[in-house]
């Protein structure tokens, strides 16, 4: 094993990460038989199998398992020692890698524009996903942050809430319990729902607060994403609990109220995850230090505040503070002079 090249190493981490001999040659620029090759002596160097091939997919072996899981901590630890070179140079240089659930894709972007232009020597590799497959990634440590609207249990992390998460009940703008006053949750549980798949973080606290009052919702269907439940809402089928910053882009128009109803918005929290005892990067580090003025930039709710209530059928967010206006007004001053 000590005669094995960190190039092989790096070839056989891109096979195990993308299941592919040819999609790790097509990320690393090599040929196919090169990649080939330098698995065959990583192979021979470890004097056990690493891959077996079941129909047409390639599975680790155990000794392959293993391999990689040593292989990400080295190439990690040579990740964090180039930071740590450039941080002493003064720059701020390397990679982000991020990991969010679907609802974060409203706000992330936004959040990361300031982050990016103060630091652009930073490249950031954003991965949207379902809860379901963020946690895999969070379990198998695949990046460096991960931003969840509900920490996951069974998982030895820690968790950090950066961000507000108002969850509201969406309808079509000609609902008959549009523009209504405190509407009862018994009446709304008549209302057939449209919801994100079993699992959802927005799905599972809603879900909860009508087993706390003796309910049951009546889910009609569930979609894969939070933009074909407001499509859905939009053509009469149905009510949903959604996050209020699905309305920040690409909602209807005129076509979705916020129904006043008892029990919403049910106040939650973003939270930035990662495993106890990962030793972060410079950049990651960064990222969290930026995370706690961060919502001032992009004039959303940090973690802890409640969202001022725009009353029903409103779509509007509410009106940044004055000190988050002046920062807002800091960052457009920043991208002016960077432009």
């Known amino acids: 094993?000590?005669?094995?090249?960190?190039?092989?190493?790096?070839?056989?981490?891109?096979?195990?990460?993308?299941?592919?001999?040819?999609?790790?040659?097509?990320?690393?620029?090599?040929?196919?038989?090169?990649?080939?090759?330098?698995?065959?002596?990583?192979?021979?160097?470890?004097?056990?199998?690493?891959?077996?091939?079941?129909?047409?997919?390639?599975?680790?072996?155990?000794?392959?398992?293993?391999?990689?899981?040593?292989?990400?901590?080295?190439?990690?630890?040579?990740?964090?020692?180039?930071?740590?070179?450039?941080?002493?140079?003064?720059?701020?240089?390397?990679?982000?890698?991020?990991?969010?659930?679907?609802?974060?894709?409203?706000?992330?972007?936004?959040?990361?524009?300031?982050?990016?232009?103060?630091?652009?020597?930073?490249?950031?590799?954003l991965k949207v996903s379902n809860r379901e497959r963020v946690l895999e990634r969070l379990a198998d440590n695949q990046d460096d942050l991960y931003v969840l609207g509900q920490p996951p249990e069974g998982l030895d992390v820690v968790a950090t809430p950066f961000l507000g998460n108002p969850l509201v009940v969406l309808a079509p703008a000609n609902h008959p319990l549009a523009g209504k006053k405190k509407v009862p949750l018994g009446r709304l549980a008549d209302e057939p729902f449209l919801m994100r798949e079993s699992g959802s973080g927005?799905?599972?606290?809603?879900?909860?607060?009508?087993?706390?009052?003796?309910?049951?919702?009546?889910?009609?269907?569930?979609?894969?994403?939070?933009?074909?439940?407001?499509?859905?809402?939009?053509?009469?089928?149905?009510?949903?609990?959604?996050?209020?910053?699905?309305?920040?882009?690409?909602?209807?128009?005129?076509?979705?109220?916020?129904?006043?109803?008892?029990?919403?918005?049910?106040?939650?929290?973003?939270?930035?995850?990662?495993?106890a005892g990962k030793q972060l990067s410079i950049v990651a580090r960064a990222f969290l230090d930026y995370l706690k003025r961060a919502p001032a930039f992009a004039g959303i709710p940090a973690a802890g505040r409640k969202t001022a209530d725009a009353g029903p059928g409103s779509e509007a967010p509410a009106r940044p503070r004055a000190s988050e206006r002046k920062a807002q007004a800091r960052a457009r001053a920043a991208r002016r002079a960077t432009t």
């Open 1 to 125: 094993m000590r005669r094995s090249t960190l190039r092989q190493l790096e070839v056989f981490e891109a096979i195990a990460r993308l299941g592919s001999f040819t999609r790790a040659a097509e990320e690393l620029f090599l040929t196919q038989p090169t990649v080939s090759m330098q698995i065959k002596k990583l192979a021979d160097a470890v004097g056990m199998p690493l891959f077996e091939q079941v129909g047409k997919k390639i599975y680790l072996t155990g000794a392959g398992r293993a391999l990689h899981a040593f292989t990400r901590e080295l190439l990690d630890h040579f990740a964090r020692f180039e930071m740590t070179l450039t941080d002493m140079k003064g720059l701020k240089r390397g990679t982000l890698r991020l990991a969010v659930v679907t609802t974060a894709e409203y706000f992330a972007p936004r959040l990361l524009g300031p982050f990016c232009l103060q630091y652009p020597g930073i490249d950031v590799s």
């Open 202 to 275: 927005t799905r599972a606290a809603a879900e909860r607060l009508f087993r706390e009052h003796g309910l049951e919702m009546k889910v009609r269907m569930e979609l894969g994403s939070n933009e074909a439940i407001k499509q859905a809402i939009v053509g009469g089928l149905g009510v949903s609990v959604l996050s209020r910053h699905s309305l920040a882009l690409r909602a209807p128009v005129g076509e979705l109220v916020i129904l006043d109803v008892v029990g919403f918005p049910i106040e939650r929290q973003w939270y930035v995850v990662y495993p």
